[in-house]
C-alpha cells in the first residue's frame, strides 16, 4: 500500500518521492551527519571536494541531493525507454535515491555520486546494443564513459567487465572490439595525465594510482556486517521475483536483467579489492540493486510484503548510519 502510488505516471508520484527524498537526506544530514577535518586523499578531485565539503557543507548537501534526484529520475526514465520495467511508473527513481543516500559521506559531494550520472549514460549504451551487430562507436563511447567515471570514482571500473561480457551476448566480437573498448577506456585517464603532466604536478598521475585503488581481499569493506547480511537477505528473497520475472519477458529484456544482476555479483565481489572503502558496499552496488528491488515490487501481489521489505530497507539505513557514527 505505501508503494502503490509510485506504481503509477501521476506527476504526484515523482512530487513526493522528490518530497520524500529531500527530507530523508535533510533530516539524515541535520541529526547524524559530522565532518571530517582530519579527511586525507591523494586524488585530485577528492581534495578539491574535502576542502568544499569542509568550507559550506550546506552547499554541499544541497548540491548532492540535486544530484541524487537527478540520477534517480535519469535512471527511471532510461528503464522506461528500454523498457526494462514493465508500466510507467517512478519506482526506480525512488529506489535509486534511496541507495545513493546509504552512508554519511553521500550527503554532500562525493566522487560516488558525482560519478552515477555518468555510469548511467554508460549503461544505456550497454543495454540498447542491439542484437546481433556490434557497433564499434558504441563500444568506445561506453567504455570512455567508464574510464571518465572511474576517474572519478575507481569502484566504476567493474561496468567495464558488464560491457565486455554484453558483447558476448549480442554477437561474435572480433579482437578489435576489444581493442576499442581499452583505448576508449584509458582515453580519459591518459588525458587526465598529459593535462597534470604539463601543469607539473606528477603527484596527481591517476595511472601511478591504480596500486592504491586495489588491496587483497578485505571483508572490512563489508563492514558494518550486520547491514550486508541484512541487504543480502533482502536481496536473495527478492531475486525468485526477479529470475520470474526475467523468464516470462521476451529475450531482449531477459538479457538485460541477467546482464543487470552479473553487474550486481560482480560489484558484491570486487567491494573486497577496492580501498576505496568510505562507501563499503551499498554505494558501489546501488545501480543494479536498485532495478532488483524495483522488479520485486513490480512482481510481487502481496502490499503488506512490499510495505514490510520497504520498511526493513528503510531501517537498515537508519542503522547503517548509526553503526557508523
Not at 513526493?16 to 530523508?24: A, E, G, W
Not at 572519478?152 to 566480437?173: G, K
Request: proline share 4%.
Amino acid at each position: 500500500m505505501l508503494l502503490r502510488i509510485f506504481k503509477t505516471s501521476q506527476p504526484l508520484s515523482w512530487i513526493l518521492i522528490v518530497f520524500i527524498l529531500i527530507s530523508l537526506r535533510l533530516g539524515l544530514f541535520i541529526g547524524l551527519y559530522a565532518v571530517e577535518p582530519n579527511q586525507t586523499s591523494i586524488g585530485l578531485l577528492e581534495n578539491w571536494l574535502l576542502q568544499f565539503n569542509n568550507f559550506s557543507p550546506w552547499t554541499s548537501h544541497f548540491l548532492s541531493t540535486t544530484l541524487v534526484i537527478f540520477s534517480g529520475f535519469y535512471f527511471n526514465k532510461i528503464a522506461q525507454e528500454i523498457n526494462i520495467l514493465k508500466g510507467i511508473h517512478y519506482l526506480l527513481f525512488l529506489f535509486t535515491g534511496i541507495f545513493l543516500s546509504f552512508y554519511p559521506c553521500d550527503l554532500v559531494l562525493s566522487p560516488m555520486l558525482i560519478s552515477t550520472p555518468i555510469l548511467l549514460f554508460s549503461y544505456q549504451l550497454i543495454l540498447t546494443q542491439s542484437k546481433g551487430s556490434i557497433q564499434s562507436s558504441s563500444v568506445f563511447n561506453s567504455a570512455f564513459f567508464i574510464g571518465f567515471a572511474s576517474l572519478i570514482f575507481f569502484p566504476s571500473i567493474t561496468l567495464l567487465f558488464i560491457l565486455l561480457f554484453s558483447m558476448n551476448y549480442i554477437s561474435q566480437p572480433k579482437l578489435r572490439h576489444y581493442v576499442i573498448g581499452l583505448i576508449g577506456f584509458l582515453t580519459p585517464w591518459l588525458f587526465h595525465d598529459a593535462l597534470v603532466f604539463t601543469f607539473n604536478t606528477p603527484n596527481y598521475l591517476k595511472l601511478n594510482e591504480w596500486p592504491n585503488h586495489l588491496t587483497f581481499f578485505d571483508l572490512k569493506n563489508y563492514f558494518p556486517m550486520y547491514v550486508t547480511l541484512a541487504i543480502s537477505i533482502l536481496v536473495i528473497f527478492q531475486a525468485i521475483s526477479y529470475f520470474r520475472a526475467s523468464s516470462r519477458s521476451i529475450i531482449k529484456i531477459q538479457k538485460s536483467l541477467t546482464l543487470n544482476f552479473l553487474y550486481l555479483l560482480i560489484t558484491c565481489i570486487s567491494v573486497g579489492f577496492f580501498t576505496d572503502g568510505n562507501h563499503y558496499l551499498i554505494g558501489v552496488i546501488a545501480i543494479p540493486i536498485s532495478i532488483l528491488f524495483s522488479v520485486f515490487h513490480l512482481e510481487t501481489k502481496k502490499w503488506w510484503l512490499s510495505d514490510l521489505t520497504t520498511l526493513s530497507l528503510l531501517a537498515i539505513l537508519i542503522l547503517n548510519y548509526y553503526m557508523l557514527n
